[in-house]
């Protein structure tokens, strides 16, 4: 083998002088990249490129340049801007809008002067049936933005694009910011505004509504509008509904307590009559809230537990305990709250049977864990039980690891029911099976611990 030909390969064949040699790979820069590029002098000249190529499409970039750190870039970028401006469609100009407006909350160069020229620039270029179509876009930053050329250069009915922003579904801080110009029209445009934010998906926008009309001067049925707004999903717009039909000298409880009697209220009615009944915490409305803790529907029995315990909460054990016994999906996380929030007691005793039953371990074990022993002793038993719906053992040893971790932080004695079942031979090595994959010092801790309480493995018959 030639060895010039091993190290330097063999000698390529001469083209054909009718066959064109392939282009090699151009290893020149994009102008994307030169945009970004650390060095300023780079990005200056790929600003002029841009705009000697009326490269209309790289503005988002260019925009980035608007707030260089180098003052030379910030400038070529600039003087592109308002080269490109005109070349732009319509659509490209919208989204470039709220990009460019943003730089009036950048502090690295004063850019207010340059602001103004090019906002002046757009509103040349942009026609207020643009600015309004681009309120009711669904970008949102595009919305805020043509309503802020709007309002502040006074195009269009201010009304109308007061109106198209209210009625937003997605973005709450356009509504806001056009609930608050409200107050800055004519009286009967203001109602007609505040009534149009009553139709607002967003409750805020609704309480705020409603609150401008009841201090606003008459013109429109109050008492409809308060009637209608007893059922709004909003809580905060259902207590201005109360009040204000209280100033008028009605009661709320009547028309809540009609909807609960009438057999053609839908759930959602019934559901949120329920709160509002127990919100107001009348004593004789408690016979009728408990009654709807024996409905068929689970959504209507976890509002009436709520709303009685919103009217009476002296009653809360008694609401947990019967809670506890609903077998429907939410019962049970709602009575497990009660006891860990609201303070609520249900004897373990009875409550052990009814979520053994079915089968709903985890929540047997987060009940337990409130009290050292009977969380152990709740282990122990599971360990033991071996039920085929069980919880699985690694659950078991992560609630052990956590109770021997815990173990010396927590006072108290074992009652006799528990010293029974964790002083059998069986049930500490039940535990002890679960710790076999873990490190020896943690089956050392639990003996410890078992032997500082006299809990000594007794040779009792295993079950």
Request: proline share 6%.
């Amino acid at each position: 083998m030639n060895i010039f030909k091993m190290l330097f390969g063999a000698k390529a064949a001469a083209a054909p002088a009718s066959q064109p040699l392939p282009a090699a790979p151009s290893d020149q820069p994009s102008l994307e990249d030169e945009l970004n590029h650390y060095s300023g002098y780079e990005r200056q000249a790929a600003l002029e490129r841009c705009a000697a190529l009326d490269r209309t499409d790289l503005l988002p970039l260019v925009i980035v340049r608007l707030n260089d750190w180098v003052p030379a870039v910030r400038h070529a970028a600039r003087v592109t801007m308002q080269h490109l401006l005109p070349l732009a469609p319509v659509p490209q100009l919208m989204q470039i809008l709220p990009n460019v407006l943003r730089l009036r909350e950048m502090s690295r160069s004063d850019h207010a002067d340059w602001l103004l020229h090019f906002e002046r620039t757009v509103l040349e270029l942009l026609s207020v049936q643009d600015l309004l179509d681009g309120v009711c876009g669904k970008n949102v930053h595009v919305a805020r933005s043509c309503f802020y050329m709007l309002h502040q250069y006074g195009l269009g009915d201010r009304a109308q694009y007061i109106g198209m922003a209210l009625a937003t579904r997605g973005d709450m801080v356009l509504a806001t910011q056009a609930l608050r110009l409200c107050a800055s029209t004519a009286p009967d445009v203001q109602t007609a505004l505040y009534l149009k934010a009553m139709s607002s998906p967003f409750g805020r926008i609704r309480t705020s509504a409603l609150l401008s009309l009841t201090q606003a001067p008459g013109g429109q049925d109050m008492r409809a509008l308060a009637l209608a707004s007893l059922l709004d999903a909003q809580a905060s717009v259902r207590y201005l509904a109360v009040a204000c039909l209280q100033t008028m000298g009605e009661d709320a409880r009547i028309s809540y307590r009609a909807i609960l009697a009438n057999p053609a209220s839908n759930t959602q009615a019934i559901r949120v009559s329920l709160l509002s009944l127990g919100s107001l915490r009348a004593p004789e409305d408690l016979e009728l809230i408990r009654a709807f803790t024996q409905s068929t529907l689970p959504s209507v029995r976890l509002a009436a537990y709520n709303a009685w315990f919103k009217a009476a909460p002296s009653d809360k054990d008694a609401i947990a305990l019967q809670a506890a016994g609903d077998v429907a999906p939410g019962m049970q996380k709602f009575a497990c709250q009660m006891v860990s929030r609201q303070g609520a007691f249900i004897p373990f005793a009875t409550l052990r049977p009814l979520l053994e039953a079915r089968g709903e371990h985890y929540l047997l074990l987060r009940y337990a864990s409130g009290n050292k022993w009977q969380w152990l002793a709740t282990i122990a038993h599971l360990a033991l039980a071996h039920a085929p719906h069980g919880p699985p053992q690694t659950y078991l040893d992560h609630e052990l690891l956590c109770w021997i971790r815990d173990a010396h932080r927590i006072t108290g004695e074992p009652n006799g029911q528990q010293h029974d079942l964790l002083s059998q031979e069986c049930a500490q090595a039940a535990l002890r099976a679960l710790l076999t994959v873990h490190d020896e010092q943690y089956s050392t801790l639990l003996t410890h611990e078992l032997a500082l309480h006299q809990l000594t493995p007794a040779k009792t018959p295993q079950h």
